[in-house]
């Protein structure tokens, strides 16, 4: 790809092209978000913008929507992440039913209209097949962007789109039976490995190298990503994630099938590896600015001249569409009992043809299914839908949500309650011995812990014990948040290297300021620092272990439990108030040491004024040494 348009131009061509398209998306993005018009309407605009229809800047947007779709493929592959088999049987009855009832529904109704315009039959299955999908880009980025990825409607929506995106599989193993001849667009169309091959086989290679990727994920990135992670260098794990992503687009192009397809298996294969949330923070960065690219190439591949030839044509079977799926979802909502303002977001985030539709227009054109002309009619509204999405999205929260707040208490009813589990209180970060003493405690008192260790041997034996465990770094956002940061209270920094708990101190200060944070100090010094970086409590090393140690001498030296006790919650109070003035007087040696020889002196005009109290003594609740007892008789 990156050759072909250097090969145009050559590298200053390239970097031209690369200027235009970060410069559309930084000036347009910006102005649709403040309008509130979301940055997906935004990244169209600025396509259609430097497009052949406009400003022609970067000539046929053709060129380099190859690598843009790599971002649909990075996205696909962190959705497979996201499927863990608990989680679909979780959702069963939404993606099999609600998700397979939308394509069912949808195709047929459209199979039939495309039969009344005229197609063939073998035609109208493919068009009714294609237009029933709908945009996991757009949709999976306009639900994070409103903050409705957890709520009703966004849980429905992932739903169905799960449905299609698995959908997409047997599809693909379909076309080719419908295929009659080699068709106007065939010479347009890559050549596969496959392609020589008779229908029948074609489909059977296509089911043989979804196998293969399911069985490759299982047997040996598994193991490869293990070594990896025993590196603990994180630069080789981008380069694994890339390279994986990558070599399975490759494969797949081999045998003629989507890239996004082949990533989307290994994914939902890798989802319940241990180190699947390292993987999405690797290649999120990846995604947002791909998916980017790739809706900037979808606004300046819209083929205005087409809608100039045949305008009204056009926007009927755009609007018609939109219209016809709308109303598909709202049926199939009511149905599922989804309440009115869910249902309808529902119904518009899902309204639009999806990008799987270009690449089932093209595989479809290069099998004879039906001419060149239709493929270009399909592409236009597919794109022309997407584009319109984010403008229904807008009509929706400015006209539909607030006519129907009357009943939007109802939407977050017991039917509608978060999926279990994704409100973890506590996080832990280190789970060696200060980590699992800390989270022992904390389970043992009711709270949910979540886990977050660089650690395989550690990440393995938690999941073993069944532990939620998250492998990767703490100080990264994206990690933080799969863990459920925004609903965490309390965070527990137990690693044992000074400078690590202070980079995660301060990424989550930076991003999730809410958070109480309770932190393993080595010493003094690095109590003072992590003070100042925001931690709420710090317990020192050579407190906490050496109190405890006292603790046990006091009883031996005939102190009764109760009074060993209370000199050591003593002096502890006084050592954190110590503390606290030692922090203010910090970088001043003299009024430093001024501090801790009156704190000393305090101190032991403290303890001497505990005078124990007999009548704790003979209170059994308190387990005593038997030289203690043998002294108190």
């Known amino acids: 790809m990156i050759a072909a348009v250097v090969a145009g131009g050559g590298a200053a061509g390239a970097l031209q092209s690369a200027f235009v398209y970060l410069a559309a998306a930084v000036l347009m993005v910006p102005v649709a978000k403040r309008l509130g018009l979301g940055s997906v309407l935004g990244y169209l605009v600025a396509g259609v913008l430097i497009g052949p229809a406009a400003l022609d800047l970067v000539g046929d947007a053709a060129q380099v929507m190859g690598f843009a779709e790599f971002g649909v493929v990075v996205m696909l592959f962190l959705i497979g992440l996201e499927l863990q088999p608990r989680v679909l049987w979780t959702m069963r009855k939404d993606v099999l039913g609600l998700g397979g009832l939308q394509v069912a529904v949808t195709a047929g109704l459209v199979f039939g209209i495309a039969t009344a315009l005229g197609l063939a039959w073998r035609e109208a299955v493919a068009v009714g097949l294609i237009l029933a999908l709908s945009s ?36 693909l193993a379909l076309l080719p039976l419908l295929a009659t001849a080699s068709g106007d667009g065939a010479e347009a169309a890559a050549e596969s490995a496959i392609s020589g091959l008779p229908a029948y086989q074609q489909a059977l290679a296509v089911l043989g190298a979804i196998a293969l990727v399911i069985a490759g994920g299982k047997l040996l990135i598994g193991p490869m990503l293990r070594v990896i992670a025993a590196t ?53 960065p990846f995604k947002g600015l ?36 709308a109303l598909v979802l709202q049926g199939l909502g009511l149905a599922w009992g989804v309440r009115a303002p869910a249902r309808a977001t529902l119904s518009l985030i899902l309204a639009q043809a999806g990008e799987f539709g270009f690449v089932l227009v093209a595989t479809s054109l290069s099998l004879g299914i039906f001419a060149g002309e239709t493929g270009q009619l399909l592409v236009v509204v597919i794109a022309l839908s997407m584009a319109l ?58 709270f949910d812990v979540t886990v977050l260790d660089l650690d395989p041997s550690v990440v393995s034996v938690l999941r073993d014990h069944g532990l939620p465990v998250y492998f ?36 989550v200060r930076r991003h999730f300021p809410k958070i109480r944070i309770v932190s393993r100090a080595y010493d003094t010094r690095h109590a003072h620092a992590l003070r100042g970086a925001g931690v709420d409590r710090t317990v020192c090393d050579v407190n906490g272990g050496g109190l405890a140690l006292g603790r046990a001498a006091l009883e031996e ?24 003035m030692l922090f203010e007087a910090y970088g001043d040696a003299g009024r430093t040491t001024r501090v801790a020889r009156s704190r000393t002196l305090d101190l032991g005009r403290l303890l001497e004024a505990d005078v124990e109290d007999d009548s704790l003594v003979r209170d059994g609740a308190w387990s005593t040494t038997l030289e203690a007892q043998a002294a108190r008789d």
């Open 136 to 171: 996991t880009a757009i949709a999976l980025q306009s639900l994070a962007e409103k903050g409705l990825s957890d709520a009703p409607a966004g849980r429905r929506s992932f739903a169905v789109l799960l449905f299609q995106d698995i959908a997409v599989i047997p599809i």
């Open 472 to 507: 990767g770094d703490a100080t990264r956002a994206e990690l933080l948040e799969s863990a459920g940061a925004e609903h965490v209270e309390v965070l527990v920094v137990a690693t044992s290297e000074p400078a690590r708990s202070l980079e995660i101190v301060e990424s």
């Open 557 to 580: 030296l005939g102190f009764h439990p109760y009074r060993a006790e209370r000199a050591v919650r003593r002096f502890r109070r006084h050592e954190d108030e110590t503390q606290a």
């Open 389 to 446: 999405t984010p403008l229904a999205l807008v009509f929706d929260d400015r006209v539909l949500q607030p006519r129907l707040a009357r009943v939007e208490n109802e939407c977050m009813g017991e039917a509608e309650a978060p999926p279990a589990g994704r409100r973890a209180p506590v996080l832990v970060a280190g789970f060696r011995r200060y980590g699992q003493t800390a989270g022992r405690l904390l389970m043992a008192n009711g």
């Open 290 to 325: 791909l998916l980017g690219l790739f809706f900037i190439t979808v606004g300046a591949s819209i083929d205005f001249g087409l809608v100039a030839d045949m305008p009204l044509a056009i926007v009927g079977l755009v609007l018609g569409l939109m219209a016809l799926k």
């Open 232 to 284: 603990h260098l994180r630069e080789l794990f981008v380069a694994a994630a890339l390279l994986i992503v990558v070599g399975i687009s490759l494969a797949m192009g081999l045998v003629g099938l989507s890239p996004a397809l082949g990533t989307f298996l290994a994914g939902v294969v890798l989802a319940d590896s241990e180190y699947r949330h390292e993987l999405e923070g690797d290649l999120e």
